[in-house]
């Protein structure tokens, strides 16, 4: 693989940041743009922190390609002219045995606080007036190519800085949701398990993929989805 230096990384992070910010990105000639400085960063292989680029309040989601997401579907951003809200919030949880994907998953010592998250999918169809909340548990996988195992707190991760490299895959427990009608909300009985792979990640800005398909199609999304969340 092509070595990308310090330097251009932190360019195309900038630069790609400055676009999705701007009116620019809906222009045709922006889109190209756009999906280069991410194939730049996704193949980059950055170290980040887990409890500092992925722990924390909700990132939208200002691009996507690849299949249509779940989101996109029944979005009346076009009808309502409403600047519809996207994106996922993930917060920190420490984990025990229990919370392993397989006995594979070692956390007998300590528990670690960067390997679990609890996850909130959120979406508006019409502002707040008509949104969906999907709620779940997320755990960091084996290694950065395999979705088959849970990690060991004794393998990638350093007890020290907990910094990973990406990519990083995490399995996803979706395991209720819920749709807000007028302020009114209701439960919905959504389950399912999914896997997401974390191309890039800094402290503002994260590149994230659906590798594989989730188990319900009604809800969740196809292989191949990525999404730039800031």
């Not at 996109?72 to 309502?80: A, C, G, N």
């Not at 991760?157 to 009608?181: D, Q, R």
């Amino acid at each position: 693989d092509t070595t990308i230096d310090t330097a251009q990384v932190a360019e195309a992070a900038e630069e790609l940041k400055e676009i999705l910010l701007s009116k620019q990105k809906h222009q045709k000639n922006c889109k190209q743009r756009i999906e280069e400085l991410v194939e730049v960063l996704s193949k980059s292989k950055v170290s980040f922190d887990p409890m500092k680029c992925i722990n924390g309040p909700l990132f939208a989601v200002l691009y996507q390609s690849g299949p249509v997401p779940f989101w996109e579907k029944y979005d009346l951003q076009q009808f309502t002219k409403v600047n519809n809200i996207k994106g996922q919030r993930y917060t920190s949880v420490a984990t025990t045995p229990a919370d392993a994907v397989t006995k594979a998953t070692a956390t007998s010592k300590s528990p670690s606080s960067s390997s679990s998250f609890d996850i909130v999918n959120y979406a508006e169809f019409w502002g707040n007036n008509l949104s969906i909340q999907g709620f779940g548990k997320c755990l960091l996988m084996e290694d950065g190519t395999s979705t088959k195992a849970a990690i060991s707190d004794n393998d990638s991760i350093s007890s020290a800085s907990h910094m990973l490299t990406c990519p990083v895959n995490y399995k996803v427990e979706i395991i209720g949701a819920s749709i807000s009608i007028m302020n009114k909300k209701f439960s919905l009985n959504v389950e399912g398990i999914g896997y997401t792979r974390v191309l890039y990640a800094d402290e503002e800005m994260r590149i994230l993929l659906a590798p594989e398909d989730t188990t319900d199609e009604r809800w969740m999304e196809k292989s191949g989805l990525t999404v730039v969340q800031l």
